[in-house]
């Protein structure tokens, strides 16, 4: 999918964006003094310690919930998965206030506010109501049970933390690539670029929290690893106001619901008709202007979804009766029908992101779980569990070097496109390596059940944590093609006037994996556990069978990408009027 540049006239480049985004006076934003890079490392720098703030808390979360809150293993792998899917499920709210009514901007700077404010609560309950006696919640000394207002205060935090943080991240995604005019051929390449540095930021803002906060937290530093959080992202809000004078800014285009239930209405009242079989006599408004006061950008007609054409079919009663062409609930516009195309088209491909999400939050969850039944020593220096997900880290960040320095160059010169791979095959490509992830987790637990001591079944097993690293290191990998190729994909492919909706795609696509994969573990959990039998996944993982539920994930990300290539086979991109060339989607995944 050509996702970089625009084909470029011999024409001087204007020195104004093009694309429709202004200054913060609401004038066409001047190249010179706007946005590229010098607006979008602010805001990589913001997202990093917004990161950090975040993994600070949550990367360590499952073990204060056991420790602290006294929750058994099940119970706090289903309530961090919950927490976790609640925090990108509120990224479709920020997405919506961001691309109807608030802007980009304004959307991330009251959610930050929120996120702070949650990382203050919980910061302070934890000093005063939880982490009892002081210090507790390490491997040696018990906290208090917890009282009733401590636990209402912490999920009351986390919450925020988590509604603060998840509408959040769509807009910020957004808005660092709409520093980028795509029109331009240079800022396009740059803005193709961004998503890469934008998942480089969020890794390396986590890397602090996955070494250094957990190595404290885990010896039972939990409030100062709190109010690290904390200040971490409080300057982070700092600096993101520090930028405002220079940001771009596009105009939300309104509410996008009204929009499709217009298209859907429209087409219904016309089952009957027949939708021309050529676009450009189907109803649209002559020129751009129209649509550049509303902040979008006119689409083309595509061939898909031939049904939805109904709704910009003029009947004989609407020729009769030009008023009806004023009415958006019997007449729309070709642009508006293929938005609501556009959205159709990329939920199929969403949808199949969801197993490999299921995949990814393994890592929070049941790694740290397996990891803490392993030998966690290295000589006479302790290895936190939690903080094994460093090498997820450092294999992101290596993979993306060796992505953009290595793999692209070779595949643009064998395929023709200068992109190496397009975002379909780099997430098809993601899904093959986090089952490869599955298989080499289930086999590093056979091997870790084989090293119980037989007189002490209670006992972690003899076998190194650091045998944990494949499977990190290849979920890192996996991100690498998945996540960066889905930030692409469906920012590239989503409307102008739900850009951030596509952005909080990927986000959604993480909340529904963890909701999903709450399910799978109580299933298995109910039908494998009974009177006699302690189940997959016990209390005690030395009698469980741990192995056998990464084998179940790994059949069902098989099953999931021969779905996913089918669905990526089935795509067409959306293709602009300023840009014809835009969105042609050559899939060889």
Known sequence: MAMAANTVDSKIISPITEDGSMDRRGNPAVKANTGK????????????????????????????????LHQDNAEAANSISKWTGTVYIFSLIGAFMSDSYWGRYITCAVFQMIYVTGLVILSLTSWFLLVKPSGCGDEETACDPPSTAGVALFYLSTYMIAFGNGGYQPSIATLGSDQFDETDPVEARS??????????????GSLFSNTVLVYYEDAGQWVMGFWVSAAAAALALVLFFLGTPNYRYFKPSGNPLTRIAQVLVAASRKWSADAPTRGDLLHELDGDESYRDAGIRKILHSDQLRYLDKAATMTEEEYRNLESLKNPWRLCTVTQVEEVKCILKMLPIWLCTIVYSVVFTQMASLFVEQGTTMNTNIGSFHVPAASMSVFDILSVLAFIAIYRRVLVPVMARLSGNPQGLTELQRMGVGLV???????VAGLVEVERLKRVPPSAPDQPSSLSVLWQVPQYALIGASEVFMYVGQLEFFNGQAPDGVKSFGSSLC???????????????????????????????????NSGHLDR???LLAGLSLVDLAVYVACAMWYKGIKLDSNEQRGKVPVHV
Do not use: E, H, Q
């Not at 390596?433 to 298989?439: E, H, K, L, Q, Y």
């Not at 963890?514 to 009974?530: D, E, K, P, Q, W």
């Open 37 to 68: 890079w010098k607006s979008s490392i602010l805001l990589l720098v913001n997202y990093g310690l917004v990161t950090c703030a975040f993994f600070g808390v949550g990367v360590n979360l499952v073990v204060f919930l056991r420790r602290v």
């Open 191 to 204: 803005k193709v670029a961004f998503f890469s540095y934008f998942y480089l930021a969020l890794n390396v």
């Open 433 to 439: 390596i986090g089952m490869a992830a599955m298989v």
């Open 507 to 541: 986000m959604a696509s993480i909340s529904l994996g963890n909701y999903v994969s709450i399910m799978l573990v109580s299933a298995v959990t109910s039908l494998t556990a009974g009177d006699r039998r302690p189940g997959w996944i016990p209390g005690n993982l």
């Open 549 to 551: 539920f990464y084998f």
